[in-house]
């Protein structure tokens, strides 16, 4: 086997340059029109999903020389090595274990001399206590009164998995607790949550792996002193609990150590949902259906371990990427769920991706040549098809989409709306990958009795090139069990690209190097600093900006 820096150089690799060129030029809506078996064909279920990847520019033959580049690039091991606790964040030597919080065999899992799986179920099962007193009602604020209102204060991985997945699953709610996000240092998001809430009755949740992140330490600080004023030293060990790693800069700041619970640096930021970072998520849907929700997960890792690379759902989302983003020149990947209560998963993905994998420099440390991770965006379904989908229709960029549509086996007056939503999502999957010719536009023209001359031009401008890729993945219904199995899939998916690409997928050096500008540049802006050795855009700017402030 070649290195793995040189993996354009493979020859698995270059069977599929060759292989691109063969098909490049043929078109989706020729295959479907000959071959009604392609859906057959090109379509898994695992669990609760359904993913049908007929709607690819591939074919049998593709998927085979994606395998061999795969098993090339020695996956096999990789993903073992991911399970078995292997230093894969390899800058910061630590293995990536998310899989461990939702392992519901607790498998004992030696890390630097500690059962991990020990750890894990103590959280548990600390959390689910807590849980209980809250929903008892037994566990009451500073004054007596029930926690009524929980407010997350926390950024980044410790805001968009506790976000999403509240939002995606409010129809779980086993409580009438209502629940609050802060993330930004932004006084109007601040101000507008603590309009809503009952302070007396609060509970707030300061999460941060770190415990040093500015925003999240600013607006914890502020609003904690804020409440001390109000009630008393006695309002922290009432209505304050700590989600960190580094439990001493928790105690540090006041937290009693029994609200403190614990994460790991075994567990990255943006893969920490399943630890106790998801706390508001157990608090709003309780303890079983948050064990559903680790169910669903830990069954998308048993499939992603144990199938083979062909049958391999999250191996399949990973294979086409690359094979877009590499050998067709995508950049670009939308994500597209027709279903409202998943709208936060397009900037959840977009942290899980985009932070995982915008790489450039390989685990060798050299400078990679080739195409890594894509931009990911989106938007609900039917807001993004009356706004971009123009440019995914009839654009120059070539943006492979994921739908994602969600299955209802409640029959009531929402059926024709849920109706809707399937057919939409369908639509435009059949538009993206059929389009319409200048006979077909020119001919509809003349049927609606458009004179000839006119019907010639505006036919031009009415032809869709079609060929354009997406998958759509069925959820049987959106539930905290197929939430869990949704998150992991992409969890894998991104994995297996990070290999590929032979890049680190779990650190952010990138995102660090903004937060060690930030405090510099923060005492200039608040005049405490002279700013002549900044860059004249970041000076000039300041400089603006205190001229507003004073006039
Ligand atoms: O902004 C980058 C980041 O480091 C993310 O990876 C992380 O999820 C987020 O900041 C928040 O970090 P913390 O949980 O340590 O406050």
New binding site residues.
Partial sequence: MQPMNKVTELTEWQALTGHQREIATQHMRDWFAHDGQRFSRFHLKVGDILLDYSRNRITEHTLRLLCDLLHAVSLPQKIQGLFNGDSVNTTEQRPALHTALRDRLHSPLLIEGQNIAALIEETQQRMRALTAQIHAKTWKGVTGKPISHVVNI?????YLGPVMCTQALSDFAVSDLQFHFISSVDQAHVSDILQRIDPEATLFII???????LE?MTNAQRIHASMCEQFGEKVTEKQFIAITACAEKARAFGIPQENIYPLWDFV???YSIWSAIGLPLMLMIGTEHFAAFLAGAYEMDHHFKHADFSQNMPVLLAMLGVWYTNFFGANVQAIVPYAYRLRYFIPYLQ?ADM?SNGKNINVQGEAVSYTTGPVIFGEEGCNGQHAYHQLLHQGQHLIPVDFIVVGSKKSSEADERHDMLIASALSQAQALMRGKTYAEAYNALIAAQYPAELAKTRAKHQVVPGNRPSNTLFLEGLTPHSLGALIALYEHKIFVQGVVWNINSFD?WG??LG?QFLPAILQHVQGQNDHEQMDCATAGMIHHVKKIRES
């Fill in positions: 926390g950024i980044g991985g410790s999460s941060s792996k770190s415990f040093s992140t999240t990255g930021g943006r942290q932070e952010q995102v660090e937060k």
